[in-house]
């Protein structure tokens, strides 16, 4: 299973945009980046994921370096309801089943109004 | 509205008391599975199913059990329950080939 490395936690400000960077040099060539949330004394919560391109949907998009060696989810805006821990999950896709997510510690976004 | 519920929410019970966790979901999804969250350890796969009557052991399966009679249900039992096993529990659900899971609310358990 491949390895990532997250911040701790970060902090951003209300409307402000916020990138929150994954390292996962370990990926294999196999592996989706899968990006979930959770949000204070909730369930994890889907958020994007991504091979090789850029993604983008209604919640954030997601930049995918070129090796693949990290990953950047992007809140355009950040709102108050955007403070959660982020977790960046490689995970494998074997035509389209699923598998387990490993959730590492993730980072602890903090967003001040 | 598409949704994972779990019950109980909460639930304090004495150790050897056996118990049982539901979960139930509306989405025709195949695949279920638990994880358990404990502080410093993150989210821990229990188990999973890939479909009615096929279920797997996750990473820590010690001490549950589960079924999957129905599609729709996937029920965790702790025959007997012990202090080691409070925790915060996650039932999710997926369908294929999506790869977004749905969570529940969560169960938090606490054993005596």
């Known amino acids: 299973d491949a390895k990532t490395t997250q911040p701790n936690s970060m902090e951003s400000n209300e409307e402000e945009p916020v990138h929150l960077p994954c390292n996962h040099s370990?990926?294999?060539?196999?592996?989706?980046i899968h990006w979930y949330r959770q949000l204070p004394s909730q369930g994890p919560e889907y958020v994007i994921h991504?091979?090789?391109s850029n993604v983008n949907n209604r919640m954030a998009s997601l930049a995918i370096a070129e090796d693949r060696k990290s990953s950047t989810l992007i809140l355009h805006r950040a709102t108050l309801r955007d403070a959660a821990v982020y977790y960046c999950?490689?995970?494998?896709?074997?035509?389209?089943?699923?598998?387990?997510?490993?959730f590492g510690t993730g980072t602890l976004l903090a967003v001040q109004p | 509205e598409a949704q994972v519920t779990q019950n109980p929410r909460y639930l304090i019970t004495v150790t050897g008391k056996k118990l049982t966790v539901t979960c139930s979901q509306n989405?025709?999804?195949?695949?279920m599975s638990w994880y358990r969250q404990d502080p410093g350890l993150g989210l821990r796969q229990i188990y999973y199913?890939?479909?009615?009557?096929?279920?797997d052991k996750g990473d820590v399966p010690e001490g549950y059990k589960v079924s999957r009679k129905e599609k729709r249900n996937f029920p965790l039992i702790l025959e007997s329950p012990s202090p080691n096993q409070t925790s915060l529990y996650f039932c999710?659900?997926?369908?294929?080939?999506?790869?977004?899971?749905?969570f529940g609310p969560g169960t938090r358990l606490t054993v005596l």
């Open positions: 999950i490689p995970i494998k896709n074997y035509g389209g089943a699923t598998n387990k997510l490993i």
């Open positions: 370990t990926i294999s060539g196999t592996d989706y």
């Open positions: 991504g091979l090789t």
């Open positions: 989405m025709n999804h195949e695949y």
């Open positions: 199913s890939m479909n009615v009557e096929v279920t």
């Open positions: 999710a659900s997926a369908g294929l080939p999506t790869n977004e899971q749905f």
